[in-house]
T-cell receptor, first 112, second 113 residues
């Protein structure tokens, strides 16, 4: 059974701080890792993807992948109230599986 | 930009009615998916399709069926709507040749009374 675990939160950070969101996964053969942002009442929006160990930066967002420890994280620098949302971690499996396993998401609240 | 559209943002139906939810994507993606999302339960896969006329059951197919007659269109059918099918329904698509990142439509909030 493939599992993706996230702390449900809420994670509360002050405006301007770094928000750190974490995700662990069970399938050691997983190859593709994604972060989605979902505002309340809206659909998930893909914000980051990462495929190899290390960091990947895109603007204020940094995705970090450690396959040996089976975790992936998302850092949001200079957090803004507009970053308040639920962040979903998704993992695609080994052998070309195109069906991702989603975590249940972490709720982030950025307060002014 | 990938565009996935869904036929309705909000829908209210009565118990026992047949309900059609339609999803259209404009990026020539092979894979299409239907999820429902409920508070505390996360995203749950109902059905998916990897080609025209091909369909596979997801984790919770009971009470649902699907149709994919054209590559760009994937329909979800509730044969006889029940109150426990009140939920947010999300369609997604992905390209078969890439890393399979999914792109979601805006969602349909279905209420069955």
């Amino acid at each position: 059974q493939k599992e993706v675990e996230q702390n449900s939160g809420p994670l509360s950070v002050p405006e301007g701080a770094i928000a750190s969101l974490n995700c662990t996964y069970s399938d050691r053969g997983s190859q593709s890792f994604f972060w989605y942002r979902q505002y309340s009442g809206k659909s998930p929006e893909l914000i980051m993807s990462i495929y190899s160990n290390g960091d990947k930066e895109d603007g204020r967002f940094t995705a970090q992948l450690n396959k040996a420890s089976q975790y992936v994280s998302l850092l949001i620098r200079d957090s803004q109230p507009s970053d308040s949302a639920t962040y979903l971690c998704a993992v695609n499996g080994f052998g070309g599986s195109y069906i991702p396993t989603f975590g249940r998401g972490t709720s982030l609240i950025v307060h002014p | 930009d990938v565009k996935v559209t869904q036929s309705s943002r909000y829908l209210v139906k009565r118990t026992g009615e047949k309900v059609f939810l339609e999803c259209v994507q404009d990026m020539d993606h092979e894979n299409m998916f239907w999820y429902r999302q409920d508070p505390g339960l996360g995203l749950r896969l109902i059905y998916f399709s990897y080609d025209v006329k091909m369909k596979e059951k997801g984790d919770i197919p009971e009470g649902y069926s699907v149709s994919r007659e054209k590559k760009e269109r994937f329909s979800l059918i509730l044969e006889s709507a029940s109150t426990n099918q009140t939920s947010m329904y999300l369609c997604a698509s992905s390209f078969q040749g890439g890393a399979y990142e999914q792109y979601f439509g805006p969602g349909t909030r279905l209420t069955v009374t």
